[in-house]
Nanobody
Framework: QLQLVESGGGLVQPGGSLRLSCAASGFALDYYHIGWFRQAPGKEREGVSCINNHGGNTNYTNSVKGRFTISRDGAKNMVYLQMNSLKPEDTAIYYC????????????????WGQGTQVTVSS
């Protein structure tokens, strides 16, 4: 059974950092793209970042470029989102998602979703 579990969210001050983790089970990352998405109160869900099946390609939405870094550990079946220079507008529930796909990663069409982890950026 394919499962994704996020962790690492919390409350952080503006300018601070958090690292989100996505633990994947029931499938191997070698065949799946993993994406991070977020949804703020009253807003639509948006794609934040993705990494392709072998980790050689990543993609970021413009608002997080230069601040967020996605990475994966195939041996541990884990994907991470390092978030630096956090801003209040980064406040949202963050979800990781998976899709069986090859090639360049894109931020739509994901099939499997985790339950999410709350990130709050506030002073």
């Amino acid at each position: 059974q394919l499962q994704l579990v996020e962790s690492g969210g919390g409350l952080v001050q503006p300018g601070g950092s958090l690292r989100l983790s996505c633990a994947a089970s029931g499938f191997a990352l070698d065949y799946y793209h993993i994406g991070w998405f977020r949804q703020a109160p009253g807003k639509e869900r948006e794609g934040v970042s993705c990494i392709n099946n072998h980790g050689g390609n990543t993609n970021y939405t413009n608002s997080v470029k230069g601040r967020f870094t996605i990475s994966r550990d195939g041996a541990k079946n884990m994907v991470y989102l390092q978030m630096n220079s956090l801003k209040p507008e980064d406040t949202a529930i963050y979800y990781c998602a998976a899709v069986r796909r090859f090639g360049v990663c894109i931020l739509f069409g994901y099939v499997y979703w985790g339950q999410g982890t709350q990130v709050t950026v506030s002073s």
